[in-house]
């Protein structure tokens, strides 16, 4: 899985190979398919500990206002299970990794050990200029958001979690100006919360393709959210009127039926393909067939799909907000100013252009690609930067500890 189970999975799996010692507290509905996974292919170094709340309470969990009353209290429960266990066992330090916002507390920082919080999102927000194109669903969604983040500043736990960390991870810009708000007292930014591993690599079928013949596709990925941006999309490749130009969106969602009416306005509905949901090994080769990713999202904070496309050698276009900015460079794709929603359009427009007729840059970008995300977000390069985080952290607070004795 992608997204924060992707991210959560892969961060701890690969600390364990790196010879890291984890503990991991999750959910009791992950249980099973960890289990079967670990049961063919056995980790060492790797523990799960399944805490969740009582049968009854777990309807909390659906919607974005009842996860957070269960995020709540499943952080309470989760405080005592650790700090059970760090009486048995002695831990050097507690790591929050998922969920990742931080407008959202950890408990865990009140263990009476080095507390590392992140990577962290949620700072990021969709102009104001770009919500009107937005369903009134869309707008009341947004405002939820803000509302959400007004009210966890304001948290004395939230303030309490970024005051006791001793670093805290973030993803953006945005999110480091929110944390040290806050008060947390060291701030590291990375460039984004997801990576990659070899076995996704392997499912990139990287041959020549790279649009070199007709028709030239360009494809979007993700749930068909309204912040996504996609009707973007929909719109720069209408106003490109790419004669032998296709574009395929994977993906399902709430925006899937205002997408295809949106489509069929634009006259672009027999160039359109809508491919609903498809699992990861079977829409990543599909990527690596396509001239460019267009990621036009507008609060993302560390998108998998963007490392993904440049792992398969295919240009990225996205916009100059939140995560895809850090991911992406002028080497490996577009990244396009969002002063208005119409300026984005003409832009992601002449970008799309740009690609179909210059194979050229195609191929350079492509180029780019694979070899940025080997120097930057494999899982195991990841790993490997935070178990020297981990190393110095404890070398710190030994070292403080003696001072003070």
């Not at 973007?232 to 993906?251: C, D, K, P, T, V």
């Not at 990621?295 to 998998?304: A, E, G, R």
């Not at 895809?324 to 427009?349: L, M, N, R």
Request: with cysteine; hydrophobic share 40%; aromatic share 10%.
């Amino acid at each position: 899985m992608g997204s924060e189970p992707g991210v959560g999975w892969n961060m701890v799996r690969e600390l364990a190979q790196y010879g890291q010692e984890v503990w991991v507290i999750t959910r009791l509905d992950n249980q099973p398919s960890i289990e079967t996974e670990l049961a063919s292919k056995p980790i060492t170094g790797l523990h799960f500990v399944y805490h969740d709340l009582p049968v009854w309470a777990r309807w909390w969990n659906r919607g974005q206002i009842a996860l957070y009353f269960h995020y709540y209290l499943w952080q309470i429960g989760a405080y005592f299970t650790a700090s059970k266990f760090h009486h048995n066992i002695g831990f050097d330090l507690v790591h929050h990794i998922t969920y990742g916002r931080y407008c959202f507390p950890s408990l865990l920082s009140l263990l009476p050990i080095p507390f590392i919080w992140g990577p962290l999102g949620g700072g990021e927000a969709a102009p104001t200029s770009f919500r009107r194109d937005f369903h009134w669903s869309g707008r009341f969604y947004e405002t939820l958001r803000d509302l959400s983040r007004w009210i966890g500043e304001r948290d004395p736990f939230v303030r309490l979690t970024a005051k006791k960390s001793a670093v805290a991870i973030v993803c953006t810009s945005e999110t480091a100006a929110c944390v040290k708000s806050l008060g947390a007292k060291k701030i590291e930014t990375i460039l984004g919360q997801t990576g990659v591993n070899q076995e996704d690599i392997a499912q990139f079928k990287q041959s020549d393709i790279l649009c070199s013949e007709a028709p030239i596709r360009f494809i979007s990925m993700g749930r068909l959210l309204h912040w996504k941006g996609f009707h973007l999309g929909l719109r720069a490749f209408a106003l490109a009127n790419l004669e032998h130009g296709e574009y395929w969106i994977i993906g399902n969602g709430p925006e899937r039926k205002r997408l295809e009416a949106l489509a069929d306005k634009l006259e672009i509905a027999d160039k359109v393909r809508f491919l609903g949901s498809l699992a990861r090994e079977e829409a990543l080769p599909i990527l690596a067939e396509c001239c460019a990713l267009v990621h036009p999202s507008l609060h993302d904070f560390s998108p998998t799909v963007c490392i993904e496309a440049m792992a398969a050698g295919v240009p990225v276009i996205c916009l100059n907000l939140g995560g895809p900015a850090f991911q992406i460079t002028e080497e490996t794709g577009f990244i396009i100013s969002h002063d208005t929603p119409e300026k984005a359009v003409q832009d992601i427009a002449q970008a799309m252009t740009c690609l179909a007729q210059n194979s050229e840059l195609r191929i350079k970008m492509g180029q780019a690609g694979p070899k940025r995300v080997s120097e930057l977000f494999m899982w195991d390069i990841k790993a490997k930067s935070l178990a020297h985080l981990y190393e110095k952290i404890v070398h710190d607070t030994e070292h403080s500890s003696k001072a003070l004795a």
